[in-house]
């Protein structure tokens, strides 16, 4: 049966800089991958142009039981150490916002780039090769639909719950579970809000409608934009708080961040006293939403007739709007799976499993959650890159 230095389960991210980092290292190393072709999350991610970095990445962009342990991977392969790896395959890129770094062409730059990598380190990769079978041992073994295989070292790259439909499994979840590691609950992140049936209904009309916003929950805050789906709500902003987000708790969200509405109607009636409402508040928001936020939570008066309680009632659901989301689209949607292999059970330098020399978790399967926009590809080359130099 072929032995391999190192095998890496998961053709994903983190697995191929893994393993391009440990062929190039002199290792012999196989990836296997269940689906019928590489890196599918890379080739869909930021619209088909793969938002594969963040230049402001850090620990505090990161949820995590211990929010120190993504520290030491970060700091040794950085935003920066990536950035030079992209400039060196001449593939051109452009920031959007905030850090966030896109392709200028296509993903499968990135994809290519990951691949040429793993070419220079004679890395073997084989696709429709799921594991039927798996001992964790000296060496470990594994079974798959191509033949078995013995390794010295197996690193598990297998993802997190998330869109199934790309081929996301339980695998590494469940392989942590069986070896008696702690697993840190998973759940769906990054995803859309689902909101009660009588709300959902009401809101339906507001459908397609963005705005700019700031959503609150969790402890946490959120400024980015909102987006009103059939479902519930969608947007960067509502994206990035649902990772803090547990069933049952509120939401509060100020649709008018940059004004303070008590101010902006007395100075507008001053000159404008019959000007109704929601005319006034068709200047700062959507019409549309303008129109029916006065239709069903404020008052629809003109401003030389709103009272101070009128005026308190209009703030409160203006810039504190709070509402229980009844769920999240689920993992289908989701871009992320917070928890994962708790992370006390890692080494942060190597990735290794501390009750199981030659065992290596990385990527999303680890729990290791990124925020919007980059950081959750850093992580996975980060830490792909950390277990590469360790096997």
């Not at 590691?181 to 409608?209: D, K, N, Y």
């Not at 909102?226 to 902003?237: E, I, K, N, R």
């Not at 990035?240 to 649709?255: F, H, K």
């Not at 100075?267 to 508040?281: E, G, Q, T, V």
Request: net charge neutral.
């Amino acid at each position: 049966m072929p032995h391999y230095d190192v095998v890496v389960i998961g053709a994903g991210a983190a697995g191929l800089m893994c393993a391009a980092t440990a062929g190039q290292g002199g290792r012999r190393v196989l990836v296997v991958e269940h689906a019928n072709k590489v890196g599918k999350k890379i080739l869909m991610s930021g619209g088909g142009r793969c938002n594969f970095t963040n230049l402001h990445t850090g620990p505090e962009h990161f949820l995590s039981a211990n929010p120190h342990f993504m520290k030491s991977a970060l700091a040794r392969y950085t935003q920066w150490d990536f950035l030079a790896l992209v400039e060196r395959h001449g593939i051109p890129y452009h920031e959007k916002k905030a850090g966030q770094l896109f392709c200028d062409r296509k993903a499968k730059d990135i994809l290519g780039m990951l691949l040429e990598e793993c070419r220079a380190g004679g890395v073997t990769i084989r696709t429709k090769c799921a594991v039927r079978h798996l001992t964790v041992d000296t060496p470990h073994r594994l079974a798959t639909d191509l033949g078995e295989f013995t390794a010295d070292s197996l690193v598990i790259a297998t993802g997190g719950l998330s869109i199934p439909r790309m081929g996301a499994t339980a695998f590494g979840l469940e392989l942590a579970e069986r070896l008696g590691l702690a697993v840190q609950p998973p759940r769906p992140a990054l995803v859309p809000f689902t909101l009660p049936r009588g709300l959902r209904e009401e809101l339906a009309e507001l459908s397609g409608i963005s705005l700019e916003a700031e959503v609150r929950c969790g402890g946490t805050s959120f400024r980015e934009a909102v987006l009103f789906t059939h479902q519930g709500l969608s947007g960067p902003a509502v994206l990035q708080a649902s990772s803090y987000w547990a069933p049952g708790e509120p939401v509060t969200i100020d649709l008018l961040p940059d004004l303070d509405l008590e101010e902006t109607v007395a100075a507008a009636r001053r000159n404008h006293p019959n000007l109704r409402l929601r005319n006034l508040l068709a200047d700062f928001l959507p019409r549309r939403l303008a129109q029916h936020w006065c239709a069903h939570r404020v008052p629809d008066k003109p401003l030389g007739q709103l009272s101070r309680a009128d005026l308190q009632q209009a703030a409160d659901h203006l810039h504190r709007w709070t509402f229980t989301p009844a769920g999240t689209e689920g993992y289908a949607t989701a871009e992320v799976t917070r928890g994962g292999v708790d992370t006390g059970e890692l080494s942060s330098q190597t990735m290794e499993a501390k009750r199981v020399p030659g065992l290596y978790f990385i990527g999303e399967v680890v729990d290791v959650t990124g925020h919007l926009g980059g950081h959750n590809f850093q992580w996975a080359w980060a830490s792909g890159h950390a277990a590469g130099e360790a096997v």
